[in-house]
């Protein structure tokens, strides 16, 4: 037996096992016999978490008429102020906070509007209060960029000639201040730009050619990754999602995650966790639910596709039925992390009674709380351990494992404690495991009811290195927790290592002192606290890494 050494030591500090519910649905607006397909909503949510909700007025019977009507939600999705008509800027759906921030509503169906004037299809509001727009009519896409006030700064410029699906274009601020910009071009080319300098120069790149292609989505979380969404059709309809590092390079290949006879309107907004929230409906007429899923921001694969079983934190989950019709859910995410869905019900065509609804997530936390989970290898098996420090209502834990060559299987079952207030350790050795291989686990909780609930992965990777390194912790920049992957080959009977985080000034804000047993691979994972569980400030920070005489280091950031 070859030697095995110890990868990765993954210790999470809260996982609660979380349920969401839905609100009852709350109506928002009645349009009589509204001859049009559909009702063109637009959604958005500031800083106060008050919901905006607006609908454009234009229709076969009112041609002429590009104001919208503008509801303001607060946020149980009642209704406490109501705009008709509204014109925003220029027709541009743009409305002011409580602190004269400017607030982009996206994700309509189209953006529509005059030639002179239309209303865009994608914008983003940067740190100086403009907001940047892009729109797609004809072969062209174009680009606006709005001033504080209002102002033309850029207006309607040319920055792409194709043959773009017309009003749908999609767009995305990085915390650098870079805007990307993605759509589907002749229906099976993923075009994808990036401008460095506020709109005014584009570089652009195809990323996947696929027939047939549509209803792209991108987004940046505070990594500086770029995250792609869009909608496929070969023998199914399929959801698909890839990803960038902030140097442009791919972190995940495209990867499917929902699939089925159809798949319609895929819209998502990044949470405060940096995972994707994904809503869409499951026909382009006569849809009659609207899907929910999540998927995780953090996971890179080397430009690998990724199995939906790891990239989904909640699968594919019916969140609204209607026997009438339903369609064109739009959403967006509050301070508290939940989600709130705007929808349209009625019969789709025209001349029909049309309805907007909101319904908001609500999660259920506090059933079975885990406060630790490792996977240590040895020379003969993967040893795993989870701690929790209550439980309710549990009934069993099931223990899955997943490589390269097989998708998540349970290897392991086991009772859960049901009722305890009391901390229960778990372990469970795997002796089942090949040399140079990676493994992922993961915990499924099952409850009295039959329930399940599943808790991020771990990985170990089994192999040997001969040097003293640290990767670049991901992510980087960071807002609360980053990983930190060690690189440790052991030399003589020497097995302590010290891990220390200090500020620009030298002080120590933090110590990880491991004696290790093997040399191999570790991920320590940092929450941004110092040795006193205080949350420490914004700035730069230095990871440094001593062993003996041998010190490496590497700078990390923390950001709001």
């Known amino acids: 037996m070859k030697r095995l050494s110890l990868c990765c030591i993954i210790i999470l500090l809260i996982w609660t096992c979380a349920q969401s519910s839905w609100t009852p649905r709350k109506l928002i607006g009645t349009y009589q ?32 008429d590009f104001d919208h009507d503008l509801y303001v939600l607060n946020t149980d999705g ?70 504080a006030d209002g102002s033309h700064i850029i207006w309607m410029d040319g920055i ?62 505070p990594d500086a990754c770029t995250h792609i969404i869009f909608r496929t059709w070969t023998s199914d309809v399929q959801l698909r999602y890839m990803k960038l590092r902030p140097d442009g390079t791919v972190a995940i290949a495209p990867s499917i995650f929902s699939e089925g006879s159809e798949r319609w309107a895929p819209n998502a907004a990044v949470d405060t966790s940096g995972n994707l929230r994904v809503v869409c409906d499951d026909y382009a007429t006569g849809a009659h639910n609207i899907w929910y899923t999540v998927l995780r921001g953090d996971l890179d694969t080397g430009g690998q596709p990724v199995a939906d079983s790891l990239l989904t934190l909640v699968p594919d989950t019916i969140i ?14 509050d301070s508290s992390n939940r989600a709130h869905v705007l929808f349209e019900q009625g019969v789709h065509g025209t001349v029909e009674t049309k309805c907007v609804y909101h319904i908001r997530e609500d999660i259920i936390s506090g059933i079975v709380e885990v406060t630790e989970f490792l996977a240590i290898p040895t020379e003969e098996y993967v040893l795993l351990k989870w701690r929790t420090e209550m439980e309710r209502e549990s009934y069993q834990w ?11 299987r349970t290897i392991h079952t086991v009772m859960a404690q049901g009722n305890i207030s009391l901390p229960s350790i778990y372990e469970y050795r795997d002796f089942d495991i090949g040399f140079d ?47 930190i992957e060690l690189e440790v080959g052991l030399k ?26 093997y040399s191999g691979y570790y991920n320590i994972l940092w929450d941004g606290r110092d040795e006193d569980g205080r949350d420490v400030p914004v700035g730069i920070y230095f990871c440094h890494l001593l062993y003996g005489k041998e010190r490496v280091t590497k700078k990390m950031v923390k950001i709001k």
Request: with cysteine; charged share 20%.
């Open 320 to 333: 609204q039925y209607d026997a009438v019709g339903i369609a064109e859910p739009k959403i967006c995410v």
């Open 398 to 408: 099931l223990l899955q494992r997943k490589s390269i060559e097989e998708d998540y």
């Open 78 to 147: 009642d209704t406490i102020r109501v705009v008709r008509p509204w014109s925003g800027y220029d027709y541009q759906p743009i409305v002011k906070d409580a602190e004269n921030n400017n607030i982009y509503l996206g994700q309509p169906v189209i953006g529509q509007g005059p030639s002179s004037s239309p209303h865009m299809d994608a914008g983003v509001t940067d740190n100086s209060n403009c907001v940047n727009t892009t729109h797609a009519r004809g072969d062209n896409i174009y680009f606006t960029r709005l001033g």
């Open 160 to 221: 792409y000639v194709g043959n773009p699906w017309s009003g749908r274009t999609s767009l995305a601020l990085d915390p650098g201040g870079r805007l990307h910009c993605t759509f589907a071009d002749d229906r099976q080319f993923l075009v994808y730009g990036i401008s460095p300098d506020n709109g005014v120069t584009w570089s652009w790149d195809t990323l996947e050619t696929i027939s047939v292609m549509s209803h792209v989505r991108v987004f940046s979380t």
């Open 33 to 64: 016999d509204w001859n049009y397909w559909w009702l063109n909503v637009r959604i958005g949510i500031d800083q106060f978490d008050s919901l905006y909700c607006a609908v454009a007025r234009y229709n076969y019977s009112n041609q002429d």
């Open 492 to 517: 003589d009977e020497d097995n302590q290592i010290h891990l220390s985080i200090q500020d620009c000034t030298g002080r120590q804000i933090r110590d990880f002192s491991l004696e290790l047993n």
């Open 437 to 483: 291989r990676t493994y992922y686990y993961r915990l499924i909780e099952i409850d009295v009811n039959g329930d399940s609930s599943c808790f991020n992965p771990i990985f170990v990777h089994l192999g040997v290195p001969h040097s003293l390194s640290i990767k670049q912790n991901f992510p980087n920049p960071f807002s609360s927790v980053t990983t």
